[in-house]
């Protein structure tokens, strides 16, 4: 893609020294990694993030860049995203690591749904498979971690029934599959529901 943003992230001060839901993240990032739908690939690449909306604000927390891999988070592996540019596809963050290049995809959500307090980002073929344009899906053409992902993720809350369905099929990302809810436990039974009533 010519026109591809690679996504960029600035530090800005401020530490994590703890947040609501961090226990709750770990918890439901452990039963994500038993599912095997987020972890770390066989070229030990990191894949599937996991964010919580700060209250009721647009800022939320992050699983960092690379930490697929580890079994257990501590807050050092977390990054708070307070500032997004979707055109320049940039976030402003604190904390010690790098946010998920996917953070934007995640501010996509939290700005189309006010209410909705997480947001799970996981890989599952089987699912995507199953789910591919018989739930809200982007464009093949919307590869992961550009400004058009979450542009049409923005666009599906308008034109589909993302909304009620909470769950979003990435076409252009492969088995790329987003779930979204008040809280964790939401989103991840969202999952739970779509894995056993589709494959
Ligand atoms: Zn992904």
Known sequence: MSEYIKFSCMRV????????GFAELNSYRAKLLDLHVLGMDSN?????NLSIRDGTTSAFYVTASGTGGKPQLTLADCAKV???????????????????????????????????G??????????????LNQAPTTSKAAEYGTPELAYQIIALFKDSDAQNRKIVVLAGHQSGI??????????????????????
Not at 85 to 97: H, I, L, M, P, Y
């Open 178 to 199: 987003i779930t979204f809810g008040k809280d964790l436990a939401e989103a991840f039974a969202i999952l739970i529901r779509e894995r056993s009533t589709r494959i």
């Open 13 to 20: 001060p401020g530490e994590i020294n703890s947040f609501a």
């Open 44 to 48: 030990g690449i990191g894949f599937g």
């Open 82 to 116: 307070v500032g997004c540019d979707f055109k320049t596809n940039a976030v402003r963050f604190q904390g010690d690591s790098n946010p998920s290049s996917e953070s934007l995809t995640h501010a996509a959500i939290y700005e189309s749904d006010p209410t909705a």
């Open 118 to 131: 997480a947001v799970i980002h996981c890989h599952d073929s089987r699912l995507w498979t199953a789910l």
